[in-house]
């Protein structure tokens, strides 16, 4: 065997001892660890327990009153914008053909008024040309 293949395994074999030894280094130093922690007692459990449970059901509650009274009021806010939209789009189309009507008689008088003026223009020069 060559030197370079001895070498090689000499080191694989250290490696091999240095990982055993941080897994059993790892194993007591959280052996250790989990003796430091301070657990709660049977009573503490429970009331924590109780308390988070409380909570959610809580919550859960406040969420399903908000969700319900925001689903009626969208079911009828959206009810009533149509009636709305549709009263408002009835009373707007009202509202155009009478502006409509109103400023295409107002034209029309205008157009009227105009051509008088011109009528009566005409004719005073036809009359002084002659004269």
């Known amino acids: ?22 897994k059993k280094h790892f194993m007591k130093d959280f052996k250790a660890e989990l003796k430091r922690v301070i657990w709660p007692t049977p009573k503490q ?11 959610v059901l809580i919550t859960a509650v406040i969420v399903f009153v908000l ?12 009810d009533k914008l149509k009636e709305v939209v549709d009263t408002s789009d009835n ?17 029309t008088n205008e157009l009227a008024t105009d051509t008088n003026t011109t009528n009566e223009t005409t004719n005073q020069t036809t009359n002084e040309v002659a004269n």
Request: proline share 2%; glycine share 4%; aromatic share 4%.
């Open 45 to 55: 459990l429970v009331n924590n327990t109780v308390a988070v449970i409380t909570v």
């Open 67 to 78: 969700d319900f009274v925001f689903e009626s009021m969208n079911t009828y806010g959206i």
């Open 1 to 22: 065997m060559p030197k370079d293949a001895k070498k090689l395994d000499s080191k694989k074999q250290a490696s091999k001892k240095q990982d055993s030894k941080n």
């Open 91 to 107: 009373s707007l189309i009202n509202g155009l053909n009478a502006i409509d009507l109103d400023s295409a008689i107002d034209e």
